[in-house]
C-alpha cells in the first residue's frame, strides 16, 4: 500500500541551551499541512521569518548544520531533523525564538521522546520517497571523505570513522532501516576531544558545552591538573570538577554504546540529509564523515532526484508478458472496436502495467483527425481504466462473470499528443484498500518513457454474469 505523510498530534515545547551560543532557547515544535515538510519559524525577529530545511539554505557547516534565508539564521538544526526524520514525520514548523536549536542533552533522545509523547496524525498525501536508481559516489579526497548511495528498498546508512586516536580508533555504526533510529541511534550524545576545546573556546563556540551534553574524549594520558583547570576557566566552568583516569572519557562519563561516537556521526549524517527534501530509500555509506561532507553529499542527491525526475521510465517491452491478448479476452468483455488493452507487463500486489499498441488501423482515426490522426484522450482513460480492470479482476475467482463500471475520474491530465506508431504503457497503482468491490487506482500513461496523460479513477466491480 502507498504510505500517507503525517505530522504530530500537537505542538512540542522545549527549553534549552545553544551548544555553541549558551542562550536560553525555546523551541517549539508544531503540526503542519501536507506537503509542508519542515521549516523553521524565528519568531524572535520582525515578522517572524521562516527558513526552509533545504541543503541549498546552508550556509556553515562548522561544528553544526547553519541554515540562512534573506538573513534570518538557525544554527545546529541537524539534532531535531534527526528527530522528525526518525520518527517518520513528514511535515513540522519548528519555531524559536534564538538563533541556535538547544542542545539539550545532546542526542536527538528528548526530541524522540516529546514526539512520541504526544503521537502522530495521518495526513490525505502521499509520502513520495526519493528511490534512487543508481550507485552514486562522491569524495573529498583532500578531507578523506568518502560517500557512497546505492539502491535498496530502505533506508539503510552504515558508517566509519577513523580519527587515529588511540581513544575511538576506527568505530563503525550501522543502521539497517529507519525503524531502528529512536532507540539505537538517537540517544547517542555529541562528542568533542580534549585537545579541541581550547581553539573551540578562542573561536567563540561551545559556550553552552559541558559534560550534561557532550562527550569529552582525552586521548592522552599526560593531561595535568593545571590544564584541566585553565581549559576549565577557559570555558566559563571554573568550578567544574574534572578527573581522568588515563585515556578515556573526561570525568569517567559512561558510553551508551562502545561505539556511541560513531553512531553519533550517524545521527548527524540522518539530520543532514533530511535537508534533501524526501524520504530516502537508499544504501548509504559513510567514511570519515563530519557536517561538511554530509551537506556536501544532500547536494548530491538532490541533484540526482532532478535527473530522476526527468529521466524517461524505462519499462522492458521485450520480456514474456503476464498476460496476452488471449489472456485477456478471457478476463475483459470488450471485443473490437473497444478493446484498448493488447498486453500485461506485470501485475504486484498493489500496481500493474499494461500496454496498447496506437496503429492507423484504429478506426478512431477515420475522424479524428483526417490528415492528422491524433489517439483521443478519452480513449487513454479507457484504455488506462481497462488495465485497472484488469487489476481488479486479477484479485476474483471466474474474472469473466464481473464487469467494472467507472464511478469517478480526478485529477486527469495530459501532456502531449498520442500518435499512430506510439505504444503507450499504463502504470497504474491501488490508492486505498480494495472494500466492497470499489477499486481507487491512480496512474501515468508513457510513450517512450515520458508521461503522456495521468489519471486518477475509482471503479466498481460487480458480478453480474451467470
Known amino acids: 500500500m502507498s504510505e500517507k505523510q503525517r505530522t504530530i498530534k500537537e505542538s512540542i515545547s522545549l527549553n534549552g541551551v545553544g551548544l555553541h551560543t549558551g542562550d536560553q532557547v525555546n523551541i517549539e515544535i508544531c503540526p503542519a499541512p501536507d506537503n509542508h515538510g519542515y521549516k523553521f519559524q524565528r519568531t524572535d525577529l520582525p515578522e517572524q521569518p521562516i527558513i526552509k530545511a533545504d541543503v541549498e539554505f546552508v550556509i556553515s557547516t562548522e561544528r553544526g548544520t547553519t541554515l540562512e534565508f534573506k538573513g534570518a539564521k538557525v544554527h545546529t538544526t541537524e539534532h531535531v531533523l534527526a528527530a522528525l526524520y526518525g520518527c517518520q514525520v513528514d511535515n513540522a514548523l519548528i519555531k524559536i525564538n534564538g538563533t541556535e536549536i538547544p542542545i539539550l542533552d545532546g542526542s536527538s533522545k528528548p526530541y524522540v521522546d516529546a514526539i512520541l509523547n504526544v503521537g502522530f496524525e495521518e495526513q490525505e498525501a502521499e509520502r513520495e520517497y526519493f528511490e534512487l536508481t543508481e550507485n552514486i559516489p562522491w569524495e573529498d579526497a583532500e578531507k578523506g571523505i568518502e560517500f557512497l548511495a546505492i539502491p535498496d528498498v530502505n533506508y539503510r546508512l552504515t558508517v566509519m570513522v577513523d580519527y587515529k586516536s588511540p581513544v575511538l580508533g576506527t568505530q563503525h555504526a550501522s543502521m539497517y532501516n529507519i525503524g531502528e533510529f529512536n532507540s539505537e541511534i538517537a540517544p547517542c550524545r555529541t562528542f568533542v576531544f580534549l585537545r579541541e576545546l581550547e ?193 481488479a479482476l486479477s484479485k476474483v475467482e471466474d474474472p469473466n462473470l464481473y464487469s467494472t463500471y467507472f464511478m469517478k475520474i480526478d485529477n486527469v491530465k495530459f501532456k502531449q499528443k498520442v500518435l499512430p506508431g506510439d505504444t503507450l504503457v499504463f502504470e497504474l497503482k491501488l490508492l486505498s484498500p480494495i472494500r466492497r468491490g470499489l477499486v481507487e487506482m491512480g496512474g501515468q500513461a508513457y510513450v517512450n518513457g515520458k508521461v503522456v496523460m495521468e489519471a486518477e479513477m475509482l471503479a466498481q466491480v460487480i458480478k453480474d454474469k451467470a
Open 199 to 391: 581553539y573551540l573556546a578562542t573561536h567563540n563556540l561551545i559556550k553552552g558545552g559541558d559534560l550534561d551534553n557532550a562527550i569529552v574524549l582525552v586521548d592522552k594520558a599526560d593531561i595535568s591538573k593545571d590544564e584541566l583547570n585553565r581549559l576549565a576557566k577557559l570555558l566559563g566552568k571554573e568550578n567544574l570538577q574534572v578527573t581522568i583516569e588515563g585515556i578515556g572519557v573526561l570525568n569517567s562519563t559512561k558510553l551508551q554504546f562502545e561505539n556511541e561516537p560513531a553512531r553519533h556521526k550517524l545521527l548527524d549524517i540522518v539530520g543532514d540529509l533530511a535537508l534533501v527534501g524526501k524520504p530516502i530509500k537508499a544504501h548509504i555509506l559513510a567514511a570519515r564523515p563530519g557536517h561538511f561532507g554530509n551537506v556536501s553529499f544532500a547536494k548530491v542527491l538532490k541533484e540526482q532526484i532532478k535527473k530522476q525526475q526527468s529521466a524517461p521510465r524505462d519499462f522492458d517491452l521485450t520480456k514474456e508478458p503476464l498476460y496476452n491478448i488471449n489472456d485477456i479476452e478471457r478476463m475483459l468483455p470488450h471485443r473490437f472496436p473497444f478493446l484498448m488493452v493488447d498486453k500485461i507487463m506485470e501485475i504486484q500486489e498493489e500496481s500493474i502495467v499494461g500496454v496498447k499498441n496506437v496503429t492507423m488501423n484504429e478506426p478512431i482515426f477515420t475522424g479524428h483527425f483526417p490528415g492528422n490522426p491524433v489517439f483521443p484522450g478519452v480513449l487513454q482513460i479507457e484504455a488506462m481504466a481497462q488495465v485497472g480492470g484488469i487489476f
